[in-house]
């Protein structure tokens, strides 16, 4: 395995960064999860603007053009031979001291590390998840709005240790309000009477991109689509309840909180969208 680490390639095991290293220390630096599907780098630019405007909100100046990072990310799956994986792109804040002073970082580290993926098993997308809700909320306000795909996931990962702890593969994410936000990883859809909804981003939920491409194939079959927030009520009694996420593409939720959604199997939009899914995977990326 070959890893990108500060414009060098490195093995796994030179793949290290300083104690120093202010994303370790404070969580301040960024990220993102991309796929390779059959060589192409699915949704690139739109990851790479998503990682470059979080990066500008929090003050962190990338040490590469989009178009260098491009490449890099390029480079770095040829180096893997992996047409087939998972792309996961850091950008810390970079070595400096104990101090929060990010002035004491003067350049970003820069990680790219390509693997295989591990999903959720095949049963999952045939029946759909088991999933839980979660009080945590997800936080709205400046330092961790959700359009910035921060290092900062220890919100994610409490919700995570409840969807252990309730033996499910995902959680569903409340705001402060009690608006249902979004999964510990995925964004969320509901279907009810043949029309689709999402949250709006403001209620806290990252912009996804699997989200947004779901949005479009949506619309471009003609479902109706609604950004509007919802409540967990509106969850229990919809026709479908599906995740969507770079990880975890399009993925149906069978169960919420003992609540059996629909027919308690992946349903009919569900299933269109998954398929229509796969099918733009490999060819709206970038070679
Ligand atoms: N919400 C959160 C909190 C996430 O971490 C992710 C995964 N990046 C998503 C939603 C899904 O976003 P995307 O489709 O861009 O992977």
């Known amino acids: 395995q070959v890893i990108y680490l500060n414009g060098k390639y490195v093995t796994k095991e030179e793949a290290v960064v300083s104690v120093y290293d202010h994303g370790f220390l404070y969580g301040d630096g960024i990220f993102e999860g991309i796929r390779v599907y059959g060589g192409n780098i699915f949704k690139c630019r739109e990851h790479l603007d998503r990682l470059y405007d979080s990066a500008k909100s929090i003050m962190l ?37 104990l101090g929060l002073d990010p002035r004491r970082c003067p350049v970003a580290s820069v990680i790219i590390i390509v693997e295989q993926l591990a999903i959720y098993p095949v049963e999952a997308y045939l029946n759909g998840l088991k999933t839980v809700s979660v009080s945590t909320a997800r936080n709205i306000p400046n330092a961790l709005n959700p359009k910035i795909k921060s290092l900062n996931y220890l919100n994610n990962i409490l919700v995570k240790i409840q969807a252990n702890l309730a033996d499910v593969g995902e ?27 999402t949250p709006p981003c403001y209620i806290g939920a990252l912009e996804g991109i699997t989200r947004a491409a779901i949005m479009e194939l949506a619309e471009q079959y003609g479902y109706k689509l609604k950004e509007e927030p919802f409540t967990l009520h509106d969850v229990y009694v919809a026709d479908e309840v599906f995740f969507t996420g770079t990880a975890a593409e399009v993925i149906a939720v069978r169960e919420v909180d003992g609540r059996v959604i629909g027919s308690g199997q992946a349903g009919p939009v569900t299933t269109h969208l998954m398929e229509e899914f796969r099918k733009i995977v490999f060819v709206d990326g970038v070679q």
């Open 171 to 197: 959680a569903i994410m409340l705001n402060a309000q009690g608006y249902v936000a979004e999964g510990s990883s995925d964004n969320i859809f509901i279907v009810k009477k043949g029309t689709i909804y």
């Open 61 to 97: 100046d990338i040490p590469l053009t989009q178009e260098e990072m491009e490449q890099a990310l390029i480079e770095t799956i040829r180096l893997n031979a992996l047409p087939d994986g998972y792309i996961r792109l850091i950008v810390s804040r970079g070595t400096g001291n």
